[in-house]
Nanobody, 131 residues
Framework: QVQLVESGGGLVQPGGSLRLSCAAS????????TVWFRQAAGKEREGVSC?????????????GYADSVKGRFTISRDNVNNTVILQMSDLKPEDTANYFC???????????????????RGQGTQVTVSS
């Protein structure tokens, strides 16, 4: 069982940057595929970035991004702190949402986007992009 806690959200102006953290306890997050989701008011949940767990799957990209964030968001691991990071830059008002992370012990490929159903999830952190 892994517990996830997100942090790093806040209010930022358009064009600004934020660094979100998904910190895990109870197990090694590096062994879990992890997805950053966001959900804006009145909109469907969107998987914006994902990273495969464990050794990944040979021949497949270990990370994935939604088209809406490609080139602006970067997902990475900090295994020392048992954390997955989402670095967000060039933020836009349409990036405003509650961001939460989810993790699953299964490896995934991301050819068709980030997986939607994972075993564990956190509560989220609010990101607001506004001038």
């Amino acid at each position: 069982q892994v517990q996830l806690v997100e942090s790093g959200g806040g209010l930022v102006q358009p064009g600004g940057s934020l660094r979100l953290s998904c910190a895990a306890s109870g197990d090694h997050l590096k062994d879990y595929s992890t997805v950053w989701f966001r959900q804006a008011a009145g909109k469907e949940r969107e998987g914006v970035s994902c990273i495969v767990g464990g050794d990944g799957i040979a021949g497949y990209d270990p990370v994935g991004y939604a088209d809406s964030v490609k080139g602006r968001f970067t997902i990475s691991r900090d295994n020392v702190n048992n954390t997955v990071i989402l670095q967000m830059s060039d933020l836009k008002p349409e990036d405003t949402a509650n961001y939460f992370c989810a993790a699953d012990p299964r490896p995934f490929t991301f050819q068709n986007g980030c997986p939607r159903h994972l075993k564990f999830r956190g509560q989220g952190t609010q990101v607001t992009v506004s001038s």
